[in-house]
């Protein structure tokens, strides 16, 4: 199944609420699996980007679904890319010297 890497940023009113309510980052990896999607690992960032989340979907559309719902909110801002293993590149990259 393909990984997908979610980039999110939290407006004021997301930061409120984890404020507040820091279980609530747990909740949303609840609503995510609930989609059919798998979390891998999570990550709170120091930068541009307030967290990281490594997905599991079984295709862009759902990924895209998902991104969509949680952006909806209003509290939050996505930016999500598909993410390769480096082995299955170094894989694609072998067979393409032959």
Request: proline content about 5%; overall charge negative; aromatic content about 6%.
């Amino acid at each position: 199944m393909p990984y997908y890497c979610m980039l999110t940023t939290l407006g004021p009113d997301g930061w409120a609420t984890v404020r507040e309510h820091p279980e609530r980052i747990g909740q949303v990896r609840q609503e995510v699996e609930a989609m059919g999607l798998k979390v891998i690992v999570q990550y709170a960032l120091m930068g541009q980007w307030d967290f990281l989340n490594i997905i599991e979907a079984p295709d862009e559309k759902a990924m895209a679904a998902a991104a969509v719902s949680l952006a909806a909110r209003g509290t939050m801002r996505t930016t999500t890319m598909q993410a390769i293993p480096v082995e299955d590149l170094i894989e694609v990259l072998s067979r393409g010297k032959d």
